[in-house]
């Protein structure tokens, strides 16, 4: 499963809170990237850069400029749950499942477009989050997967 970032927080001790498009809340210490990659030591000396921290483009990572970044999975991998868990956007629920279903089969966006008859840029605004699709059209792309929709309501947390 490819995690993304939904929203990034820099905290006081040198440690960004981050929290992924699953709801899963985490806390990451840049501290443990000194020794592999120095080049984030300079983090330490400009607190104004430090600050700047932002999600990238499609929340594949985090971003302090050009020079710095880090990757949604690093932090996934080695950051620290910190047990909150939010509740998730329908339409990123939606963007997950797709996303994670797609992949487990090994299609493509540029594929599934195909099969499904559809443009790969409403493929690509599902992933996002950003297009809000008719249940005909999910039921038609999960033809086009050989996969069948199911949804479900279920206590909120």
Do not use: C
């Amino acid at each position: 499963m490819i995690h993304r970032i939904k929203f990034v927080k820099p905290l006081d001790d040198l440690k960004i809170l981050v929290v992924f498009r699953n709801g899963v809340e985490t806390r990451y210490d840049i501290a443990q990237l000194y020794n592999k990659f120095p080049q984030f030591k300079q983090l330490e000396k400009e607190s104004e850069l430090y600050k700047a921290i932002r999600v990238d483009v499609g929340g594949y990572g985090v971003v302090w400029n050009d020079e710095l970044d880090l990757e949604a999975e690093e932090i996934w991998q080695h950051g620290v749950r910190t047990g909150t868990v939010y509740d998730v956007d329908i339409k990123l629920a939606v963007a997950e499942s797709l996303i994670e279903a797609r992949n487990s089969i090994g299609m493509t966006q540029k594929e599934l477009s195909e099969s499904a008859a559809m443009y790969q840029s409403d493929i690509s605004k599902i992933e996002n989050g950003t297009a809000n699709p008719s249940l005909q059209t999910l039921n038609r792309i999960a033809q086009a997967m050989n996969m069948a929709v199911r949804i479900e309501f279920v206590p909120k947390k």
